[in-house]
């Protein structure tokens, strides 16, 4: 027995059961994937997850201590190929195979250090933000999708971030309440969440909006085995953003929309129609 290859398949493992422990939406997705795209994801959500976590939920930690903690021990292990913190091990495999570049793992760490400090933005810092803590997340997972076809990379890679960014601002309207009163921030610019308003609602939708019409057609155009898991998550946002378009300000601002789970099954059977039909 390959005592190695038992480490690298239990490492794995982990992070598809954080996956599974944290985001049942995003683990359904990903079971949607071809075979070969998926323990690479589940790889880059457990790293990404645990730095979330660090900074929104650990707060009777030394926060920022840990943060500085865990980046150390990424680069260790993307320089090692190494890591006993197998969530590390499974990430810089996944890196190494598929060539994600050292810049997208810098600017997503980046973003994760900005909710340390920062409780308002200014336009310059929500799109910086917005990159490292959503974009460049995309296109880690591209790079699995595109298996080393740099050409097609280059291709999707705007549609890519454009899709990434209108899943981070549904995330910030969804959670604008949740935000504020737990972590005292506002990721939108310009807006104070004591005022925020039916005009303020309205300009944040017309930007999600154009960032999901650049966004389908990369979709259409993304290999075989990933296309329906990344149309799927598209077509749950698009109806969560339904939801939050037809509720004033007040009610943005007073609860937490959700896409039922019966909603949910609907979309699934759906979409496989429509991409079983080529209709996407």
């Not at 097609?152 to 309207?173: H, S, V």
């Not at 504020?180 to 807006?191: L, N, T």
């Not at 057609?217 to 296309?227: C, F, K, S, Y």
């Not at 749950?236 to 009610?251: D, E, G, H, N």
Request: hydrophobic share 40%; proline share 3%; charged share 30%.
């Amino acid at each position: 027995m390959n005592h190695v290859n038992v480490y690298h398949s239990a490492c794995a493992e982990c992070s598809r059961l954080i996956t599974l422990w944290y985001s049942t939406s995003f683990s359904m997705g990903i079971r949607l994937f071809h075979r070969r795209f998926r323990a690479p994801v589940y790889a880059i959500y457990g790293f990404v997850r645990f730095a979330d976590e660090i900074v929104d939920t650990f707060h009777q930690y030394p926060k920022r201590e840990l943060l500085d903690r865990f980046r150390e021990d990424t680069y260790r292990a993307l320089e090692e190929g190494i890591s006993l913190n197998p969530v590390l091990h499974s990430l810089q495999r996944v890196v190494r195979q598929y060539g994600i570049g050292r810049e997208l793992i810098d600017a997503f760490l980046r973003s994760m250090e900005m909710d340390l400090d920062q409780n308002t933005y200014d336009p310059e810092g929500y799109n910086t933000y917005i990159y490292g803590s959503a974009e460049a997340v995309g296109l880690m997972c591209l790079r699995v999708f595109c298996e080393g076809d740099d050409t097609r990379y280059e291709d999707l890679k705007a549609p890519a971030c454009r899709l990434g960014a209108a899943f981070q601002k549904i995330n910030f309207l969804r959670d604008i309440k949740s935000d504020y009163d737990d972590r005292g921030r506002v990721y939108f610019p310009g807006v104070d969440f004591r005022y925020f308003d039916n005009a303020d609602k309205k300009r944040i939708e017309a930007d999600i909006h154009a960032d999901f019409q650049a966004a389908l057609d990369g979709i259409r155009r993304l290999p075989d085995g990933a296309r329906f898991g990344v149309y799927l998550a598209y077509k749950y946002y698009t109806q969560l953003f339904v939801k939050i378009r037809r509720a004033p300000a007040q009610r943005i601002s007073q609860e937490r929309f959700r896409v039922s789970g019966k909603r949910k099954v609907y979309l699934l059977f759906s979409s496989a129609l429509r991409h079983r039909l080529n209709l996407l």
